[in-house]
């Protein structure tokens, strides 16, 4: 079983850019496919990006061109670099592991993104 934690989450203003990251114990990501989720106040969790055993990407909609998923499994770690944030991102994002696309099997506690206009 594999151990998530986020950071790197914090208020920004519109415009703005963070970097999350999420790091992992018990089992190496290097067997696992990940991704990035969050929920908004009020909203269903959605899907951010996902990402393969290797590069290959998936982004929603609505942070493509934006937002850059990428893993370093010799540090076990999945990131998401957030640039020119907006309202709109505010929410508590989660890293989550599975062991095929879209298997969101294992969760961190989640990290708290706020951008403010």
């Known amino acids: 079983q594999v151990q998530l934690v986020e950071s790197g989450g914090g208020s920004v203003q519109a415009g703005g850019s963070l970097r999350l990251s999420c790091a992992a114990s018990?089992?190496?990501?290097?067997?696992?496919?990940m991704a990035w989720l969050r929920q908004a106040p009020g909203k269903e969790r959605e899907v951010v990006s996902r990402i393969n055993r290797s590069t290959g990407a998936y982004y929603a909609d609505s942070v493509k061109g934006r937002f850059t998923i990428s893993r370093d499994n010799a540090k076990n770690t999945l990131y998401l670099q957030m640039n020119s944030l907006n309202p709109d991102d505010t929410a508590v994002y989660y890293c989550?592991?599975?062991?095929?696309?879209?298997?969101?099997?294992?969760w961190g506690q989640g990290t708290q993104v706020t951008v403010s206009s």
């Open positions: 018990g089992r190496t990501i290097s067997n696992y496919y």
């Open positions: 989550a592991a599975g062991a095929t696309w879209g298997a969101d099997s294992y």
